[in-house]
């Protein structure tokens, strides 16, 4: 097991988890170890006025005093925005926080920036994350001429719901010898914009950095394509993104295109 994934799914934590179990389960026992809550998102309608509004394709809050992030001198797209205070489920390393921002470059795909660190922004960097304790104080930001083809969209909230690890990731809480998966239909992990549940891997386990790291990575949001608000960046891929448990400033991406 590479050590990133597991201090991920819990191998890092004190107590440490109970051991992966070998052999065959009992249905309720696998579906047990397999599901985490995710909370989706749906993105159809057009972004209303409201600032503290959960959107995509529009960034519509700032601290006083920020500048809109750039990259090599020039200004970055603003990916999406997420209200954590509205969100009926989130994952514990987010608890801290009540809104997350995130931009990107036009040629992030070329060159992505696997972690960031929130606390020394770096002109560089392919993405930008910027994350609140609180929504007090926060202004409209002044955005600088980005010419972002992406069409804000507004952020619906559906209901929480399981979501399980598939193949990719499954080996790390049961026996994939000894139990077959695909063998039942509830056994699937949503690809879908969420916050939480498992990543809904299309090529391989998340790797957040090519770099050894001692962090513990916690995986906290997936974000699809979104062809409503203009965004195919990733085609029928992913991003994954992490936060570190050791240092809450760092935050990782994996992008996995199809």
């Given at each position: 097991m590479f050590g990133w994934l597991k201090k991920m799914t819990g191998g890092a934590r004190k107590p440490a988890p109970p051991p992966v179990p070998q052999g065959p389960l009992p249905e309720a026992d696998l579906r047990l170890a397999m599901e985490r809550l995710c909370a989706p998102l749906i993105f159809s309608k057009p972004a209303n006025i409201d600032p503290f509004a959960t959107m995509f394709g529009a960034v519509r809050l700032e601290r006083k005093g920020e500048l809109w992030p750039n990259c090599n001198g020039t200004p970055m797209w603003p990916l999406c925005q997420i209200n954590l205070m509205q969100a009926p489920e989130r994952p514990d390393a987010l608890r801290d926080l009540s809104l997350i921002t995130l931009f990107i470059s036009a040629d992030h795909a070329r060159a992505p920036t696997r972690i960031i660190d929130t606390a020394k922004p770096d002109s560089s960097d392919t993405w930008a994350l910027r994350s609140y304790s609180t929504l007090e104080g926060l202004t409209i930001p002044r955005a600088s001429a980005h010419g972002s083809p992406l069409l804000p969209r507004l952020g619906e909230w559906a209901e929480p719901g399981a979501d399980y690890a598939n193949h990719d990731m499954a080996g790390h809480v049961i026996d994939t010898e000894a139990n077959d998966i695909h063998a039942y239909d509830w056994c699937q992990?949503?690809?879908?914009?969420?916050?939480?549940?498992?990543?809904?891997?299309?090529?391989?386990?998340?790797?957040?950095?090519?770099?050894?790291?001692?962090?513990?990575?916690?995986?906290?949001?997936?974000?699809?394509?979104?062809p409503k608000a203009g965004w195919h960046g990733w085609g029928d891929g992913a991003a994954f993104i992490a936060r570190s448990r050791e240092r809450p400033s760092l935050w990782a991406i994996d992008v996995q295109f199809t």
């Open positions: 992990t949503l690809a879908i914009t969420k916050l939480g549940g498992w990543p809904a891997t299309v090529q391989s386990e998340p790797w957040w950095d090519y770099q050894s790291t001692t962090d513990t990575w916690d995986f906290v949001l997936q974000i699809e394509s979104e």
